[in-house]
């Protein structure tokens, strides 16, 4: 069973930065995809930001410019640098790994306990 441990979550003033980690129990060398994703109270789960295996990076159009996503494969770590934070970050951040199994493109998805973020002045 894969583990992934989110770290670095907090809380912070409008305008700060906090960097998110997230670790694997395993290689992610083996995940085609991993990412961020995000859970404000009554909202849905969001994307915040993907990385492929081949580097190909996503952001959601509301952290772009703001949050840079990156992994390395030889500590088994991918991070998230969030700056000019404000308040509508506020949520619970989720490390994601996508894995593709077989030739059909059948995937197996893991999930992190979540790290929390607060942003308030």
């Known amino acids: 069973q894969v583990q992934l441990v989110e770290s670095g979550g907090g809380s912070v003033q409008p305008g700060g930065s906090l960097r998110l980690s997230c670790t694997a129990s395993?290689?992610?060398?083996?995940?085609?995809?991993m990412g961020w994703y995000r859970q404000a109270p009554g909202k849905q789960r969001e994307l915040v930001a993907t990385?492929?295996?081949?580097?190909?990076?996503n952001y959601a159009n509301s952290v772009k410019d703001r949050f840079t996503i990156s992994r390395d494969n030889a500590k088994n770590t991918m991070d998230l640098q969030m700056n000019n934070l404000n308040t509508e970050d506020t949520a619970v951040y989720y490390c994601?790994?996508?894995?593709?199994?077989?030739?059909?493109?059948?995937?197996?998805?893991?999930w992190g306990q979540g790290t929390q973020v607060t942003v308030s002045p």
């Open positions: 395993r290689r992610i060398s083996r995940f085609d995809s």
């Open positions: 990385i492929s295996n081949g580097g190909n990076i």
């Open positions: 994601n790994a996508i894995a593709v199994v077989n030739v059909e493109g059948a995937t197996v998805q893991h």
